[in-house]
């Protein structure tokens, strides 16, 4: 399965098997999430870390990642370990980003983590994922919208707006529900970098290629993530 498949299929998975992984395995993943891209100037370092090194969660593997403690450093450990929840569900592994976990040895610079693991839950059908209505995201019903629309988010509360302009896609903060104001500071930022990620697949899926990623500030002053394609 390709890694646009995967965002159809893709959920949470929050139980896990187990036997281990192979090293390899784990190895291959961890090399995916430290040679991937970050957003422009945003660096992201990847730990790997088991059960034992953190808290609020018992899975087996878990990706930690470290970045600068701003908008555009959330926003980029979400485009990064989005594309690993992608690779990890394609490959039939299971994965769940975990905002209420942490490392037990303390790092300012700790921003999110994405735990991972064998599993036996099968895949989720696009139609059972809990989303808005397309038209609420975007005034454009297209491929990458639709994309973005699956992307997951702190509480499911799809903080993001969609704007298309002339070779570039822009994901524009919109705090939503009635945690907005507690998840708008950081949670909010990762989980746009996220729907960032999943543009980037739908916009590679159709032949374009991403050229970059940037954290910016939209027109209405608001945080936002622009993608540049040709
Ligand atoms: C940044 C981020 C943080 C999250 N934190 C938690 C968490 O602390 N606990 C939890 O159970 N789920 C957490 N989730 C999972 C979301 O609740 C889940 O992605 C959302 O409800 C959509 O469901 P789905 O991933 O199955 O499509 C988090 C997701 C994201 C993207």
Known sequence: ?????????????????????????????????G????????????ALA????????SAPYHLLAFTAQDDAGFASAGYVLQL???????????????????????????????????????????????????????????????????????????????EFAAGAVRLVHQPRGPMSLVLAKKMDKISLGIAARHAAVALEHQGHQVTGATATTAADGRFAVELAYR
């Open 35 to 46: 040679r991937t891209a970050p957003l422009d100037g945003r660096p992201v370092e990847v």
């Open 50 to 57: 088991g059960p034992d090194q953190v808290k609020g969660s």
């Open 84 to 162: 690993v929840d992608l690779t990890l569900q394609a490959q039939g592994l299971g994965s769940h980003w975990i905002g209420l976990a942490g490392p037990k040895a303390k790092r300012p610079d700790f921003t999110i983590l994405l735990a991972f693991g064998p599993t036996g839950e099968p895949p989720r059908a696009e139609a059972e994922a809990s989303r808005l209505a397309l038209d609420r995201i975007s005034n454009q019903d297209d491929p990458v919208a639709r994309a973005v629309r699956l992307a997951p988010s702190g509480v499911n509360d799809q903080p993001w707006r969609i």
């Open 1 to 33: 399965m390709d890694l646009h498949a995967a965002i159809s299929i893709r959920h949470s998975v929050r139980s896990f098997d187990s036997t281990p992984l192979d090293p390899a395995t784990v190895a291959a993943i961890v090399d995916l999430a």
